[in-house]
C-alpha cells in the first residue's frame, strides 16, 4: 500500500460544501426557536444616561429585550495571550487588568458596542424592534488614534487608569547598547501598518439550546476555539464546564476574527437557559466589519546598527499596537511581532519594547499571520533602505546576514512567548532565497527595468524573507475508534474553517492504519465528543492534532492486533496487520476483519492520545514580486509573483498549495486596498465591502510556488504549519516592489497600504518632478 501522507488527493469534504449539503450555524433550525438582534453603540465614546426599550417590547413578535442591568448574574469576556507568568519578570512586562461586558452598561467604548439585545419570533421583528430602543448618550471626547491614546491630559477608556496602555513588555538580547556606539552606519526610519481585518465567506453565528431532559446546554458556534468559548462560557454563567457542550459546525472560513470570545457568545446561551428555548443569532457583513476584531494597525520606530561591509550589530525598535477599546488577546500580536523581526537574519544584539494601547475602535486580536508581516514588512523596507546608505546590492546585503543551512539548529537567542527558547530546528534560508532568485533572474530584471525606464515605464522588484513558529502547543488531544460497521473515526479538538481537515487528518490516520480514506471518518471541534482540546489557530493543527491522531492511529493498530490475537487463539507475535485485517502468519486463512472485531470488542476499540509539541517547529520561505507603478496616479499592478516555502513534510500538497496561495492572496489585499478607516468622532467609515476593498480574482497575477521540504525534528511526522506563511511576507515584498519602481522618483514607501492616493502623494512629496 502507498503512503497517504505526501499525496494530492481531492478534499473529500468539498462536494457536500459545494453542493449546498453543509451545516452552518445559519442552516440550524428548532421547533420555537428564538432570533436575536443586538442594539450597538452610535458612539465611539460615551456614558450611557438611559436606554428606554418600552415600544421595542410593545412590538408584537418580541419576546423581550433586554439590557446590561437585567443580565444578572451574567460574567464578561476574558482576556486571552496574556503571557505566562514565568516570563513576566523575564519581559518586564506590565499589564493592567481588564474585561469586556456582555453588553456595556455605563459606558460604551466603541461605535457599535452591542448595548440591548431583542429577542423575536424572527429576525425581521427583531431587527425592527432595536429600531424602536431609545438610548440617551452623554458624549465623551473619543480616542481615535495612538498618538491621541497616549496625550497625558487625554481621556482615558477606563477611568481607573492613568493612560491608555494595557500592556509593555521588552525584548532584549546581547549588548545592544555597544552596537550601537560601534556601528558604522546607523539606518533609521518609522514604519506604519493599517488596520485591517478578515472576511470570512461566512460571518460569525451561534445557536444555543437547553436539554430539556438533563439541563445541558448546547451551544453551535462558527468559532475556532470551542474550548476557550466552553471555558469563558462556563465561568460566565456560573456553571461547570461539563454542563456545557460546544460544537464548531461547517465553518466558511476564520482566519483568526474567529478565535475570540464575543460578547454575543455569552448573551445568547445565557438567553437560551434563561427561557429555556432556542436562541439564534447570525451577523451581518455590516456588524462583522463594525464589530469583528480587526488586526494590524502598529506604529515602528526602529534602527539598525551596521559594519560598512553590511554585516548586521543590532537592532532596535520600539513599536505601538493600536489594540482598540478592548485588547483581546493581549500581548500574542506584539510578542509575535518582536519575535519575529530579525526573521531569518543574524542579529547579535537587538532591543525591543512593546506597547499595547487602547483607543475608541473595535477590538483587535490576531489575523492571519498575528503579528509577523508587520515585522517583515517593517524589517525588510528597513534592509532594502540600509543597502540603500551602505553603498550595498540590497539583494546581497540580505545574503550576507542570512543564517545558512549549517548553522541548524540556530538559537536565535531569545525566549518564544511559550517561555521556550526559540531554536530554529530545520530548514535552510539562504537555500530558499537563493531558489527565489533564480525564479526570477534578478541581472535580467535589472536590465529590463532600466530599457523601461527609458520608456518612461516603471517596474520594481521586491524580496522579503520569513520565519514563522509553528505548531503551538500546549496540547491537542485526539481519539480513534473502530466503529460498528468496521469504519474508523478520528476525533480531536481542532475545528476547521475551511483547510480542508476532514481530507488531510484522514490521510494521517489512513498512514497509521493502513486502510483506505473512505474508511476514516473525521470528527472535530466538539466538546461533546472531545472533552479536552484546544482549537485551530496559529498554523498548529496539522502539527498538533495531525501527530496526536497519527500516534493514536498507531496505538489503535497495535490494539488492534492484541485484541485480534486472543480472538485467533495465537500469539500475538505471530499475528500480521494488513489493511484492517489480522490474520495469522502461520495459516493466512485464518484471520478476523475489523468489523468482526469490532462485533466482539465494542469499546475495546478506542485509543486516545495527547500530543503536547513541547515548543514550536519553524517554517520559512521568501517572496519576489514584481510591479509596475504609475506614477502620476499612484496605480500598483503586480505583473508577476514567485514564492519559496519550506513547509515541512507535507500530508497533502495541494491542500498546502491552497493554504500558501489563499494567504498570498489576503496579503496582497492588505498591501494595496484594505483598510479599516474611522472618522474623527470615531465611527467606522468602511461599513461596508463597498468601502473596505478586497483583492478579487482579475487583481491576482501569475504566481509560481516552488515549495521545499525540511522536515522538523520536533514531531514524528515532521509537520509544520502552513495555513498563514502566505501572508507573512506578502506586504513586505510588494512594498519593496513600490518602493523600487519608484527609486528615481526616491519617493519613500514606509505605510500600507499603498492605495492609489498614497503611492501618488508619497511620489509628489519625494520628486522634483511636475506630477499632474
Not at 439590557?67 to 507568568?85: K, Q, S
Not at 492520545?609 to 502620476?632: D, I, M, W
Not at 496561495?661 to 470615531?682: C, D, F, H, V
Amino acid at each position: 500500500m502507498s503512503s497517504w501522507i505526501g499525496k494530492s488527493v481531492k478534499r473529500t469534504e468539498d462536494k457536500k460544501l459545494l453542493t449546498g449539503k453543509g451545516q452552518f450555524v445559519a442552516d440550524m433550525k428548532r421547533e420555537g426557536m428564538l432570533h436575536a438582534c443586538f442594539l450597538r453603540s452610535t458612539e465611539a465614546h460615551a456614558l450611557i444616561a438611559g436606554i428606554d426599550t418600552a415600544k421595542a417590547r410593545g412590538l408584537p413578535g418580541v419576546v423581550g429585550v433586554w439590557t446590561a442591568e437585567e443580565l444578572e448574574g451574567l460574567g464578561y469576556v476574558e482576556p486571552m495571550g496574556v503571557l505566562p507568568a514565568g516570563m513576566h519578570e523575564i519581559s518586564r512586562l506590565k499589564r493592567r487588568e481588564w474585561s469586556q461586558p456582555p453588553l456595556a452598561g455605563e459606558k460604551t467604548r466603541f461605535a457599535g458596542e452591542p448595548i440591548a439585545v431583542v429577542l423575536a419570533e424572527n429576525r425581521y421583528i427583531a431587527e425592527d424592534a432595536v429600531e424602536l430602543i431609545e438610548v440617551s448618550y452623554v458624549p465623551l471626547q473619543p480616542v481615535v488614534t495612538m498618538r491621541a491614546a497616549l496625550e497625558s491630559s487625554g481621556p482615558k477608556l477606563f477611568d481607573e487608569w492613568p493612560d491608555n496602555i494595557q500592556a509593555e513588555f521588552v525584548i532584549e538580547k546581547g549588548d545592544w547598547k555597544r552596537a550601537f556606539l560601534e556601528a558604522d552606519v546607523v539606518v533609521e526610519g518609522s514604519y506604519s501598518v493599517g488596520r485591517i481585518t478578515g472576511i470570512p465567506m461566512e460571518c460569525r453565528g451561534i445557536m444555543a439550546e437547553i436539554d430539556e431532559d438533563d439541563g445541558r446546554l448546547t451551544v453551535w458556534s462558527a468559532t475556532q476555539i470551542p474550548y476557550d468559548l466552553r471555558g469563558n462560557l462556563a465561568k460566565a454563567l456560573g456553571c461547570a464546564s461539563e454542563e456545557i457542550r460546544v460544537a464548531a459546525p461547517d465553518v466558511g472560513g476564520g482566519f483568526g476574527i474567529k478565535d475570540n470570545v464575543y460578547p454575543e457568545e455569552l448573551v445568547v446561551p445565557y438567553l437560551a437557559k434563561k427561557l429555556r428555548r432556542p436562541v439564534k443569532w447570525i451577523e451581518d457583513r455590516t456588524e462583522h466589519l463594525l464589530t469583528a476584531s480587526h488586526a494590524r494597525d502598529q506604529q515602528h520606530r526602529i534602527r539598525a546598527a551596521f559594519r560598512k561591509d553590511g554585516t548586521l550589530l543590532g537592532i532596535e525598535d520600539e513599536f505601538y499596537v493600536d489594540c482598540g477599546a478592548y485588547n483581546l488577546w493581549e500581548t500574542c500580536v506584539a510578542y509575535n511581532t518582536a519575535s519575529s523581526m530579525s526573521g531569518p537574519y543574524r542579529c547579535p544584539a537587538l532591543f525591543y519594547r512593546a506597547y499595547d494601547i487602547l483607543t475608541n475602535k473595535t477590538p483587535a486580536a490576531p489575523y492571519r499571520g498575528a503579528g509577523r508581516p508587520e515585522a517583515v514588512f517593517v524589517l525588510e523596507r528597513l534592509l532594502d533602505e540600509s543597502a540603500k546608505k551602505l553603498g550595498i546590492d540590497r539583494m546581497e546585503l540580505r545574503r550576507k546576514n542570512m543564517i545558512q543551512g549549517d548553522e541548524f539548529p540556530y538559537d536565535a537567542g531569545i525566549l518564544y512567548r511559550d517561555q521556550t527558547r526559540m531554536v530554529y530546528d530545520s530548514g535552510n534560508f539562504s537555500e530558499n532565497f537563493d531558489k527565489l532568485m533564480d525564479q526570477v533572474d534578478y541581472a535580467e530584471f535589472l536590465r529590463e527595468q532600466q530599457r523601461l525606464r527609458e520608456e518612461g515605464k516603471y517596474i520594481g522588484l521586491g524580496v522579503a524573507n520569513f520565519v514563522e513558529g509553528t505548531g503551538v502547543g500546549p496540547y491537542e488531544k485526539a481519539v480513534v475508534s473502530v466503529l460498528p460497521d468496521g469504519t474508523v473515526r478520528a476525533a480531536t479538538g481542532a475545528a476547521s474553517q475551511g483547510q480542508g481537515h476532514k481530507t488531510t487528518f484522514a490521510q494521517v490516520c489512513a498512514q497509521a492504519l493502513e486502510l483506505d480514506l473512505d474508511q476514516i471518518d473525521i470528527i472535530e471541534g466538539d466538546t461533546g465528543i472531545v472533552p479536552d482540546g484546544i482549537g485551530t489557530f496559529a498554523s498548529r493543527s496539522a502539527v498538533v492534532a495531525g501527530n496526536a491522531i497519527y500516534a493514536a492511529g498507531i496505538g489503535l493498530k497495535a490494539r488492534i492486533i492484541e485484541l485480534a490475537a486472543e480472538r485467533l487463539l495465537i500469539d500475538p507475535k505471530e499475528a500480521a496487520y494488513e489493511r484492517g485485517t489480522v490474520y495469522s502468519v502461520r495459516n493466512p486463512d485464518h484471520k478476523i476483519r475489523l468489523k468482526e472485531l469490532a462485533d466482539a470488542c465494542g469499546d475495546d476499540l478506542t485509543v486516545s492520545n495527547s500530543f503536547h509539541p513541547g515548543t514550536t517547529t519553524y517554517a520559512s520561505g521568501a517572496h519576489a514580486v514584481l510591479a509596475e507603478v504609475e506614477p502620476a496616479t499612484g496605480k500598483v499592478t503586480i505583473k508577476r509573483y514567485w514564492a519559496v516555502h519550506d513547509t515541512g513534510k507535507q500530508i497533502n500538497p495541494k491542500v498546502v498549495t491552497g493554504q500558501i496561495i489563499g494567504a498570498m492572496i489576503q496579503g496582497i489585499g492588505s498591501a494595496l486596498m484594505e483598510e479599516i478607516q474611522y472618522g474623527e468622532e470615531g465611527r467606522l467609515k468602511t461599513p461596508t465591502l463597498k468601502e473596505y476593498l478586497v483583492p478579487s480574482i482579475f487583481s491576482l497575477p501569475p504566481i509560481e510556488l516552488h515549495k521545499v521540504e525540511y522536515p522538523s525534528t520536533r514531531n514524528t511526522l515532521g509537520l509544520k504549519g502552513t495555513g498563514e506563511a502566505g501572508i507573512i511576507c506578502a506586504a513586505a515584498a510588494v512594498a519593496g516592489a513600490v518602493a523600487d519602481a519608484l527609486e528615481p522618483f526616491r519617493a519613500e514607501i514606509r505605510e500600507i497600504p499603498m492605495t492609489p492616493a498614497r503611492v501618488r502623494e508619497a511620489v509628489k512629496n519625494a520628486s522634483p518632478l511636475t506630477i499632474n
